[in-house]
Structure formats: C-alpha cells, structure tokens
C-alpha cells in the first residue's frame, strides 16, 4: 500500500480516538452533570392523576420532593386533582392513554365510599396512617422515589397484575 494513502488516514484515527474516550469523563469527574440513578425514563408513559384535596399529606410531600416535576420527567402526562369532582370526572372519562390515580392512603379512606372498586388506583403514605394501611401502600420520601416511579410504571403497564393495595383494603384499615 501507499504510504501517502494510510499516514492521513491514521492521523485522522489517532485524534478522533483521543476526543472519543475522553467523552463526558471530565463532567463526571468534577461533579457536573446528572447522577446516573436520578434518570428514570418510563417504559410505559401514561396519564397520572396525582389527587392532593387541601390539606393532604401527600400534597405536602409533593411539593417538597416536586413529585409532579419527577413524574413529568419520566414521561408522564400530570394532572393534580384538588377536589372529588376532578377525581370522578377522570375516572369517568376516558382518554388516549392509561390512566393511574396516585393518592394518599387517608384521602383513599374518605372517599372509600364514592369510588368505584376498580379503580385505577396507586396508594401512597405521606403522612402517619394504621400501620395496616402503610402495609400496602408505598412510601412518599426522597429514597423512596425510585421505587414510587417504578411503581406507577408498572401499573401502567399493560400486562400491570392486580393492585397490590386497593380501596377495600384502605377502606378496612381506616
């Protein structure tokens, strides 16, 4: 072979192979950039109702751990519910994609009564409940996210089992 034809060529190689290693290792390096475990993309984007009436315990979590932002991030579509009216009228209509109630445990015990059995329902404890109600829902804190967000994942899944925590059982513990 041609020697003029093979020295570019492995010029070229040589400072691309420099450039190419050295990619993100000095953000990572200096603390810059995003932690690998805060990225949590969904593997099932859906719609995610988060009902915080007034004084919920999980509205006050939300807005410390920014929960809406997190589900948004993910892929999500967020809606907050304030009220019973907004929760009915989400589970009365439909919609293009999945929908999942995230609530807290407490609220789930006021409303036991109003809402259908098959609800699509995530329960959550933000705040002090029976410890037979916590058995069953899923904890709101900051090491608790990555568990909470696949949680919603799962239950918008297809394929999603059965609620492992559903309104009858909120409804007995209360």
Not at 6 to 14: K, T
Not at 15 to 29: F, H, I, M, V, Y
Not at 65 to 81: F, M, N, P, T, Y
Not at 117 to 141: E, F, I, Q, R, Y
């Amino acid at each position: 072979m041609d020697a003029r034809r093979i020295l570019p060529g492995l010029a070229v190689f040589l400072l691309a192979a420099g450039t190419a290693l050295a990619c993100g290792d000095k953000l990572s390096a200096m603390g810059g950039g995003i932690r690998f475990e805060r990225v949590h993309a969904a593997r099932h984007p859906g719609r995610v109702l988060l009902y915080m009436p007034g004084e919920s315990p999980l509205r006050r979590s939300s807005d410390q751990l920014k929960l809406a932002d997190l589900l948004r991030r993910s892929g999500h579509q967020v809606e907050i519910g304030e009220n019973r009216d907004v929760l009915q009228q989400e589970l009365a209509g439909g919609g293009d994609r999945a929908l999942l109630v995230v609530m807290d445990v407490a609220d789930a015990q006021q409303l036991a009564s109003t809402l259908p059995a098959a609800a699509p329902l995530l329960l959550v404890t933000a705040g002090k409940v029976s410890s037979a109600a916590a058995s069953c829902a899923l904890p709101v804190s900051r090491r608790g996210i990555p568990k909470l967000l696949n949680a919603v994942d799962e239950a918008l899944s297809p394929q999603a089992p059965a609620s492992a925590c559903s309104i009858g059982q909120a409804r007995t513990a209360g």
